[in-house]
């Protein structure tokens, strides 16, 4: 039985398409692990860091909010120790610690949640200005003249925390936030998109070098026996084009690769770059165009320029009729379109 002239490339075929399995469950193990601790826990940290901070001031021995009258009321049965005026508009009550131990009226000042110890006050808490408090405090013992007068002591306070956290807070988070726009937006850039947002102007292009391991060759490309002999004098340009140039020939600038989608186009374009050792630029034709106006043309000319930087080189644009339409088919728009201006820098 005759031997199928193609089973050696079938079988070989079936051998790099299962080794691409393989890979793509086994992940890349040359692919550098990402960090245990990456950006983003820093802002995790600080958050925890306040909502800890939080917590513990809310645990910790704290004022029960009350208001006059219920302070009038202590102060009747005889069970206030003093009276503390801060900044003269907040009033904190301090209960005598007898009272406290004795009477079920103030249990739930006793102590805080998560300790059994007495509250060294203060135990209520209300605002009211100064001066009212005052004039209310001498009237009361205006008509209690018996009673023994409390010590009434006044305080500035200044939050110097609670100042800090509102002025410096939500500017960290202001930051935080457009870092993280910054990040966002700069991450779907691919290839040499550059990683700032001030980068949107670059090339898109995926590049394949000798630095990747994508390795094409015309042994990975199935059929296309036509195809592939007319290539051939490409490949033989990229290798050694002192000898056409010497006998006066002018290497093409281009080639048009024309077909249904699927049929290989682009694999057999990177079997072109394989064989001829040369890097390989690939990027689709949207890629050059973005709603904002000479992003297309900037990107051609930044995609030019990589290309001379590596050159000899092949740039693969897919789907070229993106932007490759007719010239001057908007102008009664009475403005540039965007597409027009990135082919005219394209045919430049």
């Known amino acids: 039985m005759a031997e199928n002239p193609n089973q050696k490339q079938i079988d070989k075929l079936k051998k790099q398409f299962a080794k691409n399995a393989n890979d793509k469950k086994g992940?890349?193990?040359?692919?550098?692990?990402?960090?245990?601790?990456?950006?983003?826990?820093?802002?995790?940290?600080?958050?925890?860091?306040?909502?800890?901070?939080?917590?513990?001031?809310?645990?910790?021995?704290?004022?029960?909010t009350s208001n006059y009258q219920e302070f009038e009321i202590a102060l009747e049965l005889g069970d206030?120790?003093?009276?503390?005026?801060?900044?003269?508009?907040?009033?904190?009550?301090?209960?005598?610690?007898?009272?406290?131990?004795?009477?079920?009226?103030?249990?739930?000042?006793?102590?805080?949640?998560l300790s059994k110890e007495v509250n060294p006050g203060p135990h209520y808490i209300?605002?009211?200005?100064?001066?009212?408090?005052?004039?209310?405090?001498?009237?009361?013992?205006?008509?209690?003249?018996?009673?023994?007068?409390i010590a009434v002591?006044?305080?500035?306070?200044?939050n110097f925390l609670g100042d800090i956290i509102s002025w410096v807070l939500p500017l960290v988070l202001m930051i935080a936030v457009w870092m993280f726009l910054m990040r966002r937006m700069s991450g779907g850039s691919p290839g040499g998109g550059g990683s700032q947002i001030f980068n949107i102007g670059k090339s898109r292009a995926k590049v394949f070098d000798k630095d990747t391991e994508v390795k094409t060759t015309f042994?990975?490309?199935?059929?296309?026996?036509?195809?592939?002999?007319?290539?051939?004098?490409?490949?033989?340009?990229?290798?050694?084009?002192?000898?056409?140039?010497?006998?006066?020939?002018?290497?093409?600038?281009?080639?048009?690769?024309?077909?249904?989608?699927?049929?290989?186009?682009?694999?057999?374009?990177?079997?072109?770059?394989?064989?001829a050792k040369v890097p390989f630029f690939s990027l689709s034709g949207s890629d050059f165009v973005e709603m904002f106006v000479g992003v297309g043309a900037s990107r051609?000319?930044?995609?030019?320029?990589?290309?001379?930087?590596?050159?000899?080189?092949?740039?693969?644009?897919?789907?070229?009729?993106?932007?490759?339409?007719a010239r001057g088919k908007n102008n009664f728009t009475g403005g540039n379109d965007e597409r027009e201006n990135t082919l005219n820098q394209l045919l430049t």
């Not at 950006?39 to 600080?46: P, R």
């Not at 002591?153 to 200044?158: L, S």
Request: glycine share 8%.
């Open 27 to 64: 992940g890349d193990p040359k692919k550098p692990k990402s960090p245990l601790f990456g950006f983003y826990w820093v802002y995790i940290a600080i958050f925890a860091l306040f909502i800890g901070m939080q917590i513990f001031s809310a645990v910790s021995f704290s004022a029960k």
């Open 80 to 113: 206030v120790d003093r009276v503390k005026i801060i900044n003269e508009k907040k009033i904190q009550v301090f209960i005598k610690e007898d009272a406290l131990k004795d009477s079920e009226r103030y249990e739930e000042v006793r102590s805080s949640n």
């Open 126 to 149: 209300f605002e009211m200005p100064s001066q009212a408090f005052e004039d209310r405090i001498k009237d009361y013992y205006s008509m209690h003249s018996g009673e023994k007068q």
């Open 153 to 158: 002591n006044y305080e500035t306070q200044d």
């Open 219 to 275: 042994n990975e490309v199935a059929g296309m026996t036509g195809a592939k002999e007319e290539v051939l004098e490409i490949v033989d340009f990229l290798k050694n084009p002192k000898k056409y140039t010497e006998l006066g020939g002018r290497i093409p600038k281009g080639v048009m690769l024309s077909g249904a989608p699927g049929t290989g186009k682009t694999l057999l374009a990177k079997a072109v770059a394989g064989e």
């Open 300 to 325: 051609v000319r930044d995609l030019f320029k990589q290309a001379k930087e590596k050159s000899p080189c092949i740039i693969f644009i897919d789907e070229i009729d993106a932007i490759g339409r």
